[in-house]
């Protein structure tokens, strides 16, 4: 008996006939468009999940990495004469041009923070204010130039810049006054007397992180010292470095050059728990949707097995024409896989379309739902993001056409061990 190659034209032909015959034929079409849109669903739900997760962590390492320290150096604590706990260099300039120089670093600046109440008229809310030169507050990306706010940088040293939150909190705007209230202010014979003073608003900003433009105040740094009753002090020094996602390669360096009494804290440190529960959450929703995939794809068998109970006669005749076991394995594998293939395309083109409009969509479903659908007081950034990722879609498409190859062979198997003889006994 001569043999033909694997996957030859009539195979295919055979296979097409199958799977676009009706139902009255002996065909499954039916259950052939179920095992599609199965598929196409669940490749369309993973594609969308990884897309969302990846975003998601994307803007929320954006947020940290734009408008925070990459690494900060404070202070051990030292005792005075007096016997006081004293945090905070003085000698803060010369230590920020120490740890600069460290291989990697690209920006060091010396900072004053300290907690105020923010009032304007009879609003009110707390704050956290940050001393820093404007060169230095320039030099942040989701902050400074180049990033998405009001009003005009230049103009810092005249006044304060806040975030976005605190000015709708508040319901100011460029020009107006806030009134600062420190706790710890003026001392007097009486005690410590709240030190309270008024600024101009000259810079309105807006990182993408709900906490911070919510909290968040910079004043000139010079100011900042006077205001906290830190002259001659910075409580700690920002670092900016060119590669923060192996930012504990150089995390030593930097505190043997930042000197004695110095400890260091990344941004790894502050958010560490948070990215590593991402990592779980993603890794769970991978298997989650796996299942779903592999759920829809059990549809395939369904319809497969279906196929060859209905074309048994047929297969009996293929086997005593000379078709091989081979062969006839072939054209059920072909009707399966050409499902799970197709069903997988489909999928890939949503979920993509998915990702790239996700904020038409978000909108939609926002309007639909009369608003409110997303929190950013819980979610920390303002909307829902996406990123498409190549590997992502690699994974699904991998993960989808692995499972519907793997459970087609299970019934184009029986299909070709079927015997002719006893296909054809009653026919």
């Known amino acids: 008996?001569?043999?033909?190659?694997?996957?030859?034209?009539?195979?295919?032909?055979?296979?097409?006939?199958?799977?676009?015959?009706?139902?009255?034929?002996?065909?499954?079409?039916?259950?052939?468009?179920?095992?599609?849109?199965?598929?196409?669903?669940?490749?369309?739900?993973?594609?969308?999940?990884?897309?969302?997760r990846a975003g998601f962590r994307a803007e929320f390492v954006s947020t940290i990495l734009g408008a925070n320290a990459h690494v900060t150096v404070y202070s051990a604590g030292r005792v005075d004469a007096d016997g006081r706990l004293v945090k905070g260099f003085d000698d803060y300039d010369a230590r920020a041009v120490a740890v600069a120089a460290v291989e990697g670093v690209v920006r060091a600046a010396p900072l004053v923070k300290g907690q105020v109440m923010v009032t304007a008229g009879e609003g009110a809310t707390g704050a956290e204010v940050y001393g820093i030169r404007p060169d230095d507050l320039a030099a942040i990306p989701r902050v400074g130039i180049g990033a998405d706010a009001e009003g005009d940088i230049s103009y810092f040293p005249e006044g304060i810049a806040i975030g976005s939150g605190i000015a709708r909190e508040l319901g100011v705007g460029l020009g107006d006054r806030l009134r600062l209230v420190a706790p710890t202010g003026v001392k007097t014979a009486f005690g410590t007397s709240p030190r309270v003073n008024a600024y101009e608003v000259v810079y309105i900003f807006t990182a993408g992180r709900y906490d911070i433009d919510r909290t968040r105040i910079y004043m000139p740094f010079d100011e900042a010292q006077s205001y906290f009753n830190r002259e001659g002090m910075a409580d700690e020094i920002d670092l900016t470095v060119a590669h923060p996602e192996t930012v504990e390669d150089i995390a030593m360096p930097i505190m043997v050059a930042a000197g004695e009494g110095a400890l260091v804290w990344t941004w790894r440190d502050s958010a560490g728990s948070f990215l590593r529960a991402l990592d779980i959450e993603d890794n769970v929703m991978f298997v989650i949707l796996s299942i779903l995939v592999?759920?829809?794809?059990?549809?395939?068998?369904?319809?497969?097995?279906?196929?060859?109970?209905?074309?048994?006669?047929?297969?009996?005749?293929?086997?005593?024409?000379?078709?091989?076991?081979?062969?006839?394995?072939?054209?059920?594998?072909?009707?399966?896989?050409?499902?799970?293939?197709?069903?997988?395309?489909?999928?890939?083109?949503?979920?993509?379309?998915?990702?790239?409009?996700?904020?038409?969509?978000?909108?939609?479903?926002?309007?639909?739902?009369?608003?409110?659908?997303?929190?950013?007081?819980?979610?920390?950034?303002?909307?829902?993001?996406?990123?498409?990722?190549?590997?992502?879609?690699?994974?699904?498409?991998?993960?989808?056409?692995?499972?519907?190859?793997?459970?087609?062979?299970?019934?184009?198997?029986?299909?070709?061990?079927?015997?002719?003889?006893?296909?054809?006994?009653?026919?």
């Not at 296979?15 to 598929?39: C, F, K, P």
């Not at 950034?381 to 990123?387: N, S, T």
């Open 1 to 52: 008996m001569a043999s033909t190659r694997p996957f030859a034209a009539f195979e295919w032909m055979i296979a097409w006939r199958y799977l676009r015959a009706r139902r009255a034929e002996g065909g499954v079409s039916v259950m052939t468009w179920i095992s599609l849109v199965g598929i196409t669903l669940a490749v369309f739900a993973l594609i969308a999940t990884l897309a969302v």
């Open 294 to 427: 592999l759920i829809a794809a059990m549809n395939i068998i369904s319809g497969l097995i279906m196929l060859v109970k209905n074309k048994g006669r047929d297969i009996g005749i293929l086997r005593t024409m000379g078709l091989t076991e081979g062969a006839v394995l072939r054209v059920f594998f072909i009707c399966g896989a050409s499902t799970g293939l197709v069903g997988t395309a489909m999928g890939v083109v949503l979920g993509c379309l998915f990702a790239v409009y996700i904020d038409p969509i978000f909108s939609a479903v926002n309007y639909l739902a009369g608003g409110g659908v997303w929190d950013p007081s819980i979610r920390g950034i303002y909307a829902l993001p996406a990123k498409l990722q190549v590997h992502d879609v690699l994974s699904a498409v991998s993960l989808s056409l692995f499972l519907s190859f793997v459970v087609t062979l299970f019934p184009a198997r029986r299909a070709a061990r079927m015997n002719p003889v006893e296909a054809l006994r009653y026919e």
